[in-house]
């Protein structure tokens, strides 16, 4: 029995991009927590998706906490687009090559949340000097670039690794998950530690996305 408050993220990258508001608001009054962003610049993933100007539109649009996943491969050059246009969490990956603990600093000054992610073959040990200085750490459980595929089984022993790494060295840091969340590796997900899971196909696909935003919690 988990004890602590689950955060649901939709992941806007499985809306209707003709109608963000609309989906957007649905998911507001459907009880999500965060709004998942995943910014993808066709060169760290080979996929492209949307940038700041979306962002700060939206951001006019909903009080939704708004969770900016970079998957770029120079996150140092553009994080203060992202924050000056309206996130409230920046999130960039490991596997860049930047001064990580400064680019953390750098975010945060600006009084917003920061975030490192790693991919399906990162370890662990990559962001364990980072964890005192991290508000989260978002473990991919699938190969980032695209929604809707497969929730990857293998990751699972890593956020179990990090919930007792986080535990055991009383840091403040929230672990995310990401790719393939629907209701069953949901629970997998949150028994192994995670506090806030980030979901597109399955709660956009639903037809009762408040249900589905529900289930996700349990
Ligand atoms: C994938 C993105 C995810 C994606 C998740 O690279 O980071 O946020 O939208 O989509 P689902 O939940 O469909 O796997
Ligand atoms: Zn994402």
Known sequence: MHM???IIAPSILSANFANLQKDIQMVENAGADWLHIDVMDGHFVPNITIGAPVIKSIRKVTNLFFDVHLMISEPQKYYQVFQKAGANLITFHSEVNT??????????????KAGISIKPKTNISEIEELLPYLDLVLIMTVEPGFGGQSFMDN?????KDLKKLINSRKYNCIIEVDGGINDQTAKICINAGANALVSGSYIFSSNNVKESIQTLKI
């Open 155 to 159: 990751v699972i022993y890593k956020i």
């Open 4 to 6: 602590e408050k689950i």
């Open 99 to 112: 001064d990580k603990k400064n680019l953390i600093q750098d975010i945060k000054y600006f009084g917003i």
